[in-house]
């Protein structure tokens, strides 16, 4: 599977503008603040999915009964 496959197809989406950026001009620090940034978005991510999952398990639990 291609890259562009799992890329969204929205013009000027940020994920497809961050993955198209050159960094081979960055340097070592540069490129480790890139990924502290990075790995903190993930986590964000990651709490929001864990947020919708359990909204979605109590909004059901409250519609069983």
């Given at each position: 599977?291609?890259?562009?496959?799992?890329?969204?197809?929205?013009?000027?989406?940020?994920?497809?503008?961050?993955?198209?950026?050159?960094?081979?001009?960055?340097?070592?620090?540069?490129?480790?603040?890139?990924?502290?940034?990075l790995e903190a978005e993930i986590a964000r991510a990651r709490a929001r999915i864990q947020f919708a999952t359990n909204h979605r398990t109590t909004a059901e639990s409250l519609f069983k009964r």
């Open positions: 599977m291609d890259l562009d496959d799992l890329l969204p197809k929205a013009p000027g989406d940020p994920l497809v503008l961050l993955m198209k950026q050159d960094i081979d001009r960055l340097s070592v620090d540069e490129l480790n603040a890139r990924i502290a940034t």
